[in-house]
């Protein structure tokens, strides 16, 4: 989507290996957000940030890690990457006021495929 | 905390008919609330949000939504549906973070 990226757009990796998922924005929203997307559990929040080095935790955080060292790119790090983590992963940024959303806007997703 | 409960899971319905995609929150709070679509393999776009005013919000691609306070519904309508129709609807709050878990609209010829 216009305004933000997300790569690789697709990986296939080993049970156990660290993987690291990139979304870039050139919008200077300072919300960003990752979700994962699963037949049947629509889209999950994992973790989200609201600024520069300041992230908090979702409902499905487990397993994940992200960091946020510019306004720009949030990263998301599977630590150690399981069958359970195959899934599509999507970010999102947003414009918050006093708390309110205004509306996302989304990557195109990455489909991460653990074997 | 404010969720949202979408009750149908997939909808199949025939070109050119009517068609009504239900979403209800819950919340005692003033709520923003959108409607997102998804088209096989891309990500996420907004079809309509509801911040204020009026009830009846109109979107993209001809869809509709009316917010509705007493039953804690906003429901997204189009009145004559076509094959490129087809995708996932995503209805969700802007005050949490939640996402309803996707309606599957499939638009028959």
């Known amino acids: 989507d216009a305004g933000i990226t997300q790569s690789p757009r697709h990986k296939v990796t080993e049970t156990g290996t660290p993987v690291t998922l990139r979304c870039h924005q050139t919008e200077n929203h300072r919300y960003m957000y990752w979700y994962r997307q699963d037949p049947g559990h629509g889209l999950r929040l994992i973790h989200y940030?609201?600024?520069?080095?300041?992230?908090d935790k979702g409902e499905v955080s487990d397993g994940y890690s992200v960091s946020r060292s510019k306004t720009e790119d949030f990263l998301l790090t599977l630590e150690s990457a399981t069958s359970s983590q195959t899934s599509v992963y999507f970010c999102a940024i947003s414009e918050r006021v006093g708390g309110s959303n205004y509306g996302y806007t989304f990557g195109s997703g990455t489909r991460l495929t653990v074997v | 905390a404010q969720s949202v409960t979408q009750l149908d899971s997939q909808v199949p319905v025939f070109e050119e008919a009517p068609v009504e995609l239900r979403c209800n929150y819950s919340?005692?709070?003033?709520?923003?609330l959108f409607w997102y679509v998804q088209y096989p393999n891309q990500g996420l776009q907004l079809l309509l949000k509801y911040l204020s005013g009026s009830t009846l919000v109109k979107g993209i691609n001809g869809f509709e939504a009316e917010f509705n306070k007493s039953q804690t519904s906003f429901h997204l309508r189009k009145p004559s549906v076509h094959i490129s129709d087809t995708a996932e609807y995503f209805c969700?709050?802007?005050?949490?973070?939640?996402f309803g878990t996707g309606t599957s609209l499939t638009v028959i010829p």
């Open positions: 969700c709050t802007g005050n949490q973070f939640y």
């Open positions: 919340s005692s709070v003033s709520v923003y």
């Open positions: 940030s609201y600024g520069v080095k300041d992230t």
